[in-house]
């Protein structure tokens, strides 16, 4: 099935529907007409939906069988751009913690609760968004945004979820354009991402280890 977020009776709300667009349903519920529900990730088990509330932007997750949300994150922090990792035991997103847009991870339960507190991931004072982790756990794409927008890669222990020994983010896509949200093929061997490097945004598809070569 697709998870989407769309407007209905005002609110925009977190909907499901088959993979052709059929039989649309909105899952959550807002308290409010104010209150926009965004950026649905499905868990590794398809039984939970993470996704951004605003106002306030919190990451919460829906179990899909009893409708019951779960708040993920705390604080006063600026959290989006919700995924789950494969593995099921960390939702990553992005968050604004004082300097700057940076990534972070919450480690959680089956059902998308916390178990723990949150742990960053990448540092500094940029400007890091959608991170995507790949099928098998081994590398993490984001955009940062710099003087414009393009896409890094980590490389990531797939035991424990955090960056590999010495590893350091490494430009992936760059390019003049606006390159940003990709997402590993389930083969690893293409990322589909954003780009309006043709004067309109449309979807791109790169060869990941010709990414990683250069160019």
């Known amino acids: 099935k697709l998870a989407y977020d769309a407007s209905t009776n005002n609110s925009m709300l977190i909907h499901v529907a088959e993979i052709n667009g059929a039989n649309p349903e909105a899952l959550s519920r807002a308290s409010s007409e104010s209150e ?44 989006m751009n919700p995924v789950w990792a494969p593995d099921g035991k960390y939702i990553y997103y992005t968050s604004y913690i ?17 178990r723990g507190m949150p742990e960053p991931v990448t540092r500094g004072t940029g400007h890091d968004f959608h991170p995507m982790i790949s099928p098998d756990g081994k590398k ?38 606006e390159d940003s949200r990709g997402v590993y093929s389930p083969d690893e061997t293409r990322l589909a991402f954003n780009s309006d ?16 070569s250069g160019p």
């Open 197 to 212: 490097r043709n004067g309109n945004m449309t979807i791109w598809i790169r060869d990941i280890k010709a990414a990683e």
């Open 140 to 177: 993490l794409s984001f955009h940062r945004i710099l003087m414009n927008s393009e896409i890094y890669q980590l490389a990531i222990n797939p035991l424990t979820g955090r960056p590999a020994e010495n590893a350091q983010p490494k430009p992936l896509i760059s390019s003049p354009a």
């Open 36 to 79: 926009y529900h965004m950026e649905p990730t499905w868990s590794p088990d398809s039984k939970y939906i993470a996704y951004r509330k605003v106002p306030g932007s919190k990451i919460y997750a829906l179990d899909l069988q009893t409708l019951e949300e779960k708040r993920v994150t705390m604080g006063a922090s600026y959290d």
């Open 98 to 114: 004082a300097s700057g847009m940076t990534l972070w991870r919450m480690p959680v339960k089956p059902d998308g609760s916390p």
